[in-house]
C-alpha cells in the first residue's frame, strides 16, 4: 500500500475553491436571515453585515483544505472562537464548515503525525472553549433541569461533530490509498497481459520455426533423391530423368514458396527439429478432446486432394487451437461440430459450438485467434471467428492447397527484413539435412530410384477420407469421424 495518497488534481482544487464559495454564501445569507429575525444569534444588536463577514472569513480556509489540510482546520477553528466571544457567528453553516475544516486534514494531510496532533489540539481547544461557556452559564444561571438538558446536548452534538469528521477523514484517507494500489495493480496486471501476449506472439513463432525446418527438409531431400536418380538415368533412360528433374524443379518451387511464407511470419531467429503434426494426426487430437470430455462431431466433406504441408500444419493447428478454445470458453461438455471440406483448389476446416457447456462465456486475452490469423495469412488463406447468431462461437479457416510463390512474394517485400537471421539459420539446417541424404546415397550405392514410389509424396487421405469420398460419389450425406463419435462418460 501506497505511504501517502496522491497529490490533488486540478479539478479537485478548482471544486474546493467552488465549495469554499458557496458555503460563505450560504452562511452568509443565513447570517443574515438569522440578524433579521433574531433566531440563534448570541447577540441581537450586531448589524446583519458582521455576519457576512465572520461567513467569508471561516469559509475562505477551505479553498485549500486538500493542498494544506491543516490550515483550515486551525484558522477555522480559531475564528469560530473569536466570533462566538464577540456574538457574531452565524450558527448553523458554520457548523458544516467546522466538520469539513477537521475531516479535511484526516483525509488529505499526508504526514500522518501532524494530522493526529493537528486535530487533538482543536477538540482540546474546542473543548476548553466548550467548557468555559458551560461554567459562565452556571455561574449567571441556577443549574436547573433545563440548564443541564442544554449543557448535555451541547456535548453531544460537539462530540458527534468532531467524532465524526476524526473518524471519517481517517477513513477516506484509508479507502484513497486502498484505490490507489488497486489501481497501481490494475496497470500492472494490464502492462503484464501485453508482456505475455508479447510473449506467446513470439513463442509461436519460434514454434513456426522449428516446424519450418521439416517443411523445407521435405523438399530437399525429394529434391536429393531426384537429383541422384536423373544423374544416374541421364545416359540411359532420358525420359525417366526427365520426370526425375521435373520432381526437382517443383520440389525447389514449393520450398522457396513455403520458405517465404514462413519469412514472412517470423520475426525472430527460431531453430529445432520438432516433429510437425499432419492430418494423419487428427485422430490423436479427437481422442484427446475426447478424453478431457469433450463431444466432438467430425466429419471430412468432398474428395480429398494433395495439400502442402504448410497448409496442411495450419489446417491441424487450426482445428487444435478451436477445439482448445472451445474447451476452454463453452465448456467440457459443449457440443462441437468439426468440417475438413475439399473445394477443387481450397481446403476449409470449420469448427463451431453451441455455446451450452459452460454457464458464462471465459474471458481470453485473444491471443489464440491472433496466432491462429496469422498462421492462416502466412500461407494465403483467410480466418473468420466469431459468435453464431443462434449462440456458440464459428472459427472457419480457408486455405488454397497449394503455395503459389507469385502470391508470397509480395508479402516478402513488404518486410524485406523480417526473419533474415531465422531464414539464415533455417538455411543451415537444410544445407545439412541435404549433406546428410547426399552422403547416404552415395555410401548406400542403390539402385536408380525411378519407381514412382521415389516421386514427391503427396498428402494421403485416411481411410475415414476414403469413405467419405465413396459416400460423397454415392450421392450420401458425410458419415461422422469414426474417432468423433464417441464421448466422455
Sequence with gaps: MPATRRRPTKAELRNDVIVAAVLGLVSAVVGVLSSVAQYMIVRG?????????????MAAPLAVRRIWPWLPAVLSSGLYIVFGELGIVELTISQVIMFLAVYSVGAWDPNRRRAFWVRVV?????????????????TTEPATTAVIAQMLILTVINVAYFGGAWIFGDRAYTRALEQEELEDAHAEIVAQRDQLAEQAVSLERVRIARELHDVVAHHVSAMGVQAGAARR???TDADRAERALRHVEQ???DAIAELRTMVVALRSDGDG?????TLADVDGLLATAQDAGQIVDYRVVGEPSAVSPMAELTLVRVLQESLTNARKHAGPTAHVDARLRYRGDVVEVEVSDDGHGAPKRALGTGMGLTGMRERVAAVGGTLEAGARPTGGWLVRATLPTRIVAAAT???????PTAG????ASIAASIAADRADEERALLDAGAASPT???????????DATAAATEADDAAGVDPTPHPAATRSSE
Design 420 to 423: 533474415s537471421h531465422a531464414a
Design 451 to 461: 519407381d514412382e514410389g521415389e516421386r514427391e509424396r503427396p498428402v494421403a487421405p
Design 45 to 57: 444588536d450586531v448589524p446583519a453585515w458582521a455576519f457576512v463577514l465572520t461567513s467569508l472569513a
Design 409 to 415: 512474394a509480395e508479402a516478402d517485400a513488404s518486410t
Design 273 to 277: 527439429d520438432g516433429p510437425m503434426p
Design 122 to 138: 482543536v477538540v482540546v481547544v474546542m473543548a476548553i472553549w466548550l467548557g468555559w461557556a458551560f461554567f459562565t452559564m452556571l
Design 233 to 235: 538415368t541421364l545416359r
Design 251 to 253: 520440389s525447389a518451387r
